[in-house]
């Protein structure tokens, strides 16, 4: 397996249903001189799917890359509201966030649901961030480790290698999003090993050792350093402390 510095760190922002298009190009305006000498880890921005052009406007010339927050798996058609992988890819996005806990929760995705998204993902040429995570419940119960493999097997479903190799996991325990309750950085790269150990099992031993496999759930400044420095947590995926420039910041910029 490569040493984990093989694999550059990614610092992505989850800005779920929050701001505004002018609120868009502000956070742009402040953010970016914030993070512009960066070079150790790549920065992801997911905004809403209104304010993708200001923020691919905002990123332009930077380092950012801008994510999705979600997509429909058909290319087009008749499926008023949603939104496809073509036409975000032409709005400029690179990326896109699929299986968040509370599209699971509140929107009934399932893991099949998961890999038809990241197949036409994959297929437009955006980087699909699969979440996967166990419930509070499920964590008690000690089931996390066979909820994590039925996500995993489930959403990333006859992936080839090739596939595989193009995709970027987030590990969200959904009782940590949104709650203040970090997982402990022992928690999590104990979670994340054991993700590592299934990517092996399905994909081998290279392709597991270069996928990267973000931590989620409550990451702030103060908390960003005891995570990363676990070797088996390569970034984070950051909900509400990415909403603010200058905390965003802080976090991408942890002490490589
Ligand atoms: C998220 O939305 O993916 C998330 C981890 O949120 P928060 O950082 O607010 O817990």
């Known amino acids: 397996m490569p040493a984990a510095s093989a694999r550059k760190p990614v610092i992505a922002g989850n800005w779920k249903m929050f701001k505004t298009v ?7 305006q402040v953010f970016r ?23 691919v406007e905002g990123a332009t010339g930077s380092q950012i890359q801008i994510a999705a927050q979600n997509l429909h798996w058909e290319s087009e058609g008749a499926f008023t509201g949603e939104v496809s992988a073509p036409m975000m890819k032409a709005a400029g996005a690179r990326a896109v966030i699929i299986g968040h806990s509370e599209r699971r929760q509140f929107f009934h995705e399932t893991d099949e649901t998961v890999n038809l998204r990241v197949k036409a993902a994959l297929k ?24 994590l493999l039925q996500q995993f097997d489930g959403g990333l479903a006859s992936l080839t290698e090739k596939d595989f190799s193009r995709i970027i ?5 959904v009782w940590a999003i949104g709650t203040g309750r970090t997982a402990t950085p022992e928690i999590a790269a104990e979670t994340h090993i054991c993700i590592r150990d299934k ?3 399905r994909f081998g031993k290279k392709l597991a050792g270069q996928l990267r496999i973000l931590y989620g759930g409550s990451v702030k400044p103060a908390n960003i350093q005891g995570l990363m420095e676990k070797p088996d947590i390569d970034g984070a995926l950051v909900g ?16 490589a």
Request: glycine letters at 4%; proline letters at 6%.
């Open 22 to 28: 002018a609120e868009t190009a502000k956070f742009f």
């Open 33 to 55: 001189p914030l993070v512009e000498d960066l070079t150790h880890a790549e920065i992801v921005i997911a905004p809403s799917f209104l304010s993708l052009p200001a923020a």
């Open 124 to 147: 437009s040429g955006l980087t699909p961030i699969v979440c996967i995570g166990e419930t509070l419940d499920q964590r008690e119960a000690e089931q996390t480790k066979a909820v």
């Open 169 to 173: 996991v987030a590990y969200e325990p």
């Open 199 to 201: 990517a092996q099992q």
């Open 240 to 255: 509400g402390a990415s909403l603010e420039a200058a905390s965003m910041a802080a976090i991408v910029r942890y002490q």
